[in-house]
């Protein structure tokens, strides 16, 4: 007969194992609103500073925050009707410049170099939301809005799909397709997985991403679609739209994070230390000490 299990030792391990359960958000802390007066943000990126640059795509302006010392200025304006943004390996912010469904690469004196603005002779959609992987390969979504800016009234191309532009290469290729509007996109810190949202299938896909750069083992990840997206060091995955929702590596719901915002486009981490979650929320930007940290640096 075996002897049974005291049950003070139990309660220990029934202790010992939730404290391994670390909360996300540092402190029980609070989203803090950083500025407001905005028409519409998005696209936030940061850079090795920890500084954050962001959209205002109805305004057309491309803006920083300044992780120092917690304001907010003009980067450049006009911006290409600017969208999404990300820090490429160099330094330089690359923007998805919906006015003529172009992608730029800025430099800090905010020179423009456009890298790429159709695919096959046909106009792009309208690039939307960017990840840079380890060699400096580009992935971007292209789905379709409709823009009141623009002349023509309907897309060129046939399908909304996802594209990678090699290092050292002017041409994309599409990498993955079967979306209804693919929106935000993410990789993990390896280089192995990418994570790609159909908001108009409210889906979103994880992908193996092969050493060529090319996409491979399709897998649904969650029944939700998302706006913008982030990663952070444990290797979840933070979705956009009514707040902010946190998905662990498996696909479990682990944290929501309500913000007092009509919508929450786009979400990234800043900060000297990469602890700081940069939320853009329609009309406003906030931030949100947390206890883990980003993965971009």
């Known amino acids: 007969m075996r002897s049974p299990i005291p049950f003070a030792f139990l309660i220990l391990l029934f202790v010992s194992c939730n404290s391994l359960k670390k909360p996300i958000i540092s402190n029980s ?42 304001t ?13 943004l990300y820090v490429d390996n160099q330094g330089n912010l690359l923007a998805a410049a919906d006015e003529k469904n172009e992608l730029w ?3 800090m004196d905010k020179k423009v170099r456009i890298l790429l603005h159709h695919f096959e002779n046909k106009k792009l959609n ?32 046939d399908a909304q799909l996802v594209y990678y532009i090699a290092p050292n290469s002017t041409e994309a290729k599409v990498v993955a397709d079967n979306f209804e509007r693919p929106n935000g996109i993410i990789g993990t810190a390896d280089g192995k997985t990418l ?4 908001i108009g299938d409210k889906k979103t896909y994880s992908y193996t991403i092969a050493n060529d750069g090319s996409l491979t083992n399709r897998k649904l990840f969650t029944n939700m679609g998302s706006d913008g997206m982030t990663i952070d060091n444990k290797g979840n995955v933070y979705l956009t739209g009514e707040g902010v929702t946190v998905f662990n590596a498996q696909g479990k719901q682990i944290e929501h994070i309500p ?14 230390e990469q602890n700081i979650l940069f939320i853009t929320a329609s009309k406003a930007i906030y931030t949100l000490t947390m206890s883990v940290n980003g993965v971009r640096w």
């Open 29 to 70: 802390a609070t989203p803090i609103l950083v500025q407001d007066g905005y028409a519409f943000t998005e696209g936030p990126a940061s850079d090795k500073e920890g500084n954050v640059y962001f959209t205002d795509q109805p305004n057309n302006s491309i803006l920083k925050w300044d992780a120092k010392t917690n």
């Open 72 to 84: 907010v200025s003009t980067f450049m304006k006009p911006a290409g009707r600017a969208n999404g």
């Open 105 to 107: 690469q800025i430099d």
């Open 126 to 157: 309208g690039p939307n939301d960017i990840w840079v992987d380890k060699k400096g390969g580009i992935y971007f979504t292209d789905p379709y809005y409709q823009r009141p800016y623009w002349e023509r009234k309907e897309a060129e191309l």
């Open 195 to 198: 994570y790609i949202s159909d």
């Open 259 to 272: 913000i007092a915002a009509d919508w929450t486009a786009n979400v990234t981490f800043g900060g000297a």
